[in-house]
């Protein structure tokens, strides 16, 4: 008869390393899951019958956090784990044993008694796979409740199976990863792709690589779902103090040709920002009205993204009523009530939402102050995958509300002043006004502001064009290495590349090739220039590369930048993401037929894969 202890569940046994692969059973491990929602302290608690452990005083697992005691702490295989602690007396039975968890009073607070037979999964024992909880809050004591990890090694410190049908992302090389890099002029060994590859020596540094003069930022890049730009230094033949009477939209490519028609006298200042670009000044009293809407669906994300200066101090209302002074505006198309402008409120920037249905009234306002000297980038964002409405300034994501989901179709825009109010207006100066009909991606969004910094000579907190780290310009070819550590499934996940690039690069995951921009095909060498010499750098985002060289353990991304002929200038920054789809605990793969020999084949075989 079996009988069943009870245990204060607080913090439980999650996961068992007890034979791992090799002769040496150094790699065991044990890992402990906080169940509770708050910080558990583990002083004094201890290991039993099995191995033996006591844990220090200040042992804190946090809410829904994971510890590992380890038969060896410096296990490599646990160096992403978190909190590791160890050694522990004795070692895991191959055989199945018990394990107690008790509390500094010797209270029993969590059992496993394994086995490696009858109704506990075998694989366990000896194949590198581990034994895991199917999940952190059921029952040790109950065998039904483990089965073996689906990845050799284990999970060691995550989750060990995602809910069913979520997603793991995992953050591969983050936009702040420091790289090494070799910029000597000299061709590195060919195994520099390699993670085995020795790279002590090279330099460090982080992203954005350039030469002097790489990746000059201005011009716009990111055209994708630009619906209408209205632009100072597109105003041709303008001059000096001008009065404007109208303003061309120059995003054609949605199919939709208009200019905005001026109301009053706004002005055209041909050497307003710090770069010397021009922009179009408002007194107050002056407007331009566009007679076409941008086109944006009612469910549809939004970009409308702005280079202003306010000269004096502006005219304030509330986030609730039409008072005030706007930026911008919509010109009545009896459409509904839909709102997606920014006005000033208590010397700040505002959003001010609204949709067709006349809900939802409000939105969220900036923590910077409107400057009344220097240029702005003021963007407001409709984030449909955030479930939220943002308003930005100079690269900083300043607040933001949550979106309904309800239809909100943006009418024509009125530049400059309130639809109606004729003392509604904005006193300054605007460059450039962009209208995305879609969120963008986070890294197009940043382009575009890195973009308007650039072009317009001012510093914000866009990743602008200037490089964080120099790179040497008589390299020619430049190379550089980021390795990372995956504890994930490869099988299972799939890889995204973001990257800005000037003037050609070849990107190899642990020594395979997965990507290759402005570079002609074949073998590469040290001498290989890129096709053409970019003034831009070319971006991807979002790019889905191939996952079949990745690894669960140490991987690195190496990268080699190449510039076009007769050019130095260069530029490189990139960051690489995961997603993995979450294994079934509940379906187990077994046995398969991997190959078969022929018939007639003088030796016959068959090969079976577990």
Do not use: C
């Amino acid at each position: 008869m079996m009988v069943q202890v009870a245990a204060d569940s607080v913090v439980v046994f999650n996961e068992l390393h007890y034979n791992p692969e090799g002769s040496t059973e150094d790699g065991e491990w044990i890992e402990l899951y906080n169940q509770m929602g708050i910080n558990v302290d583990l002083s004094g608690w201890r290991l039993d019958n099995g191995v033996e452990y006591t844990f220090p005083r200040r042992t804190i697992v946090p809410p829904g956090g994971y510890l590992i005691v380890a038969k060896d702490p410096a296990n490599p295989a646990l160096a992403e784990a978190g909190m590791v602690f160890g050694p522990y007396e004795g070692f895991l039975s191959n055989g199945g044993e018990r394990v107690d968890l008790l509390s500094g009073a010797d209270r029993l607070m969590d059992r496993v008694d394994y086995d490696d037979a009858g109704e506990w999964p075998v694989a366990a024992d000896g194949s590198g796979v581990t034994l895991a909880k199917r999940a952190g809050g059921l029952a040790s004591g109950k065998s039904a409740n483990w089965v073996a990890s689906t990845q050799t090694g284990g999970t060691p410190g995550v989750v060990n199976f995602g809910e069913r049908g979520a997603l793991t992302r995992h953050e591969l090389v983050p936009e702040s990863a420091t790289w090494t890099f070799e910029d000597s002029g000299v061709a590195p060994p060919a195994t520099w792709t390699q993670v085995e590859f020795n790279d002590v020596g090279w330099s460090e540094g982080e992203p954005l690589f350039g030469t002097a003069g790489g990746g000059g930022g201005e011009s716009l890049t990111v055209t994708r779902d630009l619906v209408q730009r209205f632009r100072a230094d597109d105003l041709a033949g303008a001059t000096q103090g001008q009065t404007l009477a109208d303003w061309p939209d120059t995003a054609t490519t949605d199919g939709a040709a208009q200019s905005a028609t001026a109301g009053g006298n706004p002005t055209f200042q041909a050497d307003a920002t710090p770069s010397g670009r021009a922009a179009v000044r408002f007194d107050g009293n002056d407007e331009f009205r566009a007679s076409l809407p941008p086109g944006i669906g009612a469910t549809s994300g939004f970009v409308y993204i702005a280079v202003v200066r306010a000269t004096e101090t502006q005219v304030n209302g509330g986030i609730a009523d039409g008072d005030g002074a706007y930026l911008w505006d919509r010109n009545l198309s009896g459409l509904g009530h839909p709102l997606a402008s920014v006005k000033f409120q208590n010397g700040k920037f505002a959003f001010q939402k609204r949709h067709d249905d006349g809900s939802g009234l409000g939105g969220p306002a900036s923590v910077t102050p409107v400057s009344a000297t220097e240029f702005q980038i003021v963007a407001i964002r409709r984030k449909v995958s955030s479930g939220r409405f943002e308003i930005w300034v100079d690269g900083r994501l300043e607040s933001a509300v949550l979106d309904s989901g309800g239809a909100l179709t943006p009418d024509p825009i009125v530049i400059g002043r309130h639809a109606t109010n004729v003392n509604g207006g904005f006193v300054g100066d605007i460059a450039e006004l962009l209208i995305y009909g879609g969120e963008l991606t986070d890294a197009e969004f940043e382009e575009v502001g890195s973009y308007l910094e650039v072009r317009y000579g001012l510093e914000t907190d866009f990743p602008g064009s200037t490089a964080n780290t120099p790179i040497s310009a008589a390299a020619g070819t430049t190379y550089f290495r980021q390795e990372f550590a995956f504890h994930g499934n490869p099988a299972r996940t799939s890889l995204r590349l973001d990257s800005a690039v000037a003037d050609g690069a070849v990107f190899y995951l642990n020594g395979s090739e997965i990507h290759r921009v402005n570079l002609p095909d074949g073998p590469m060498a040290h001498a290989t220039a890129a096709l053409s010499d970019l003034a831009e750098p070319s971006v991807s985002s979002g790019l889905v590369v191939s996952s079949d060289a990745l690894r669960s353990g140490s991987n690195v991304l190496a990268v080699s930048l190449h510039t076009a002929a007769d050019d130095t200038s260069a530029s490189f920054a990139a960051t690489l993401e995961g997603t993995e789809t979450p294994s079934d605990p509940a379906v187990r793969t077994g046995l398969v037929l991997n190959e078969v020999a022929g018939a007639g084949d003088a030796v016959f075989f068959v090969e079976i894969g577990n």
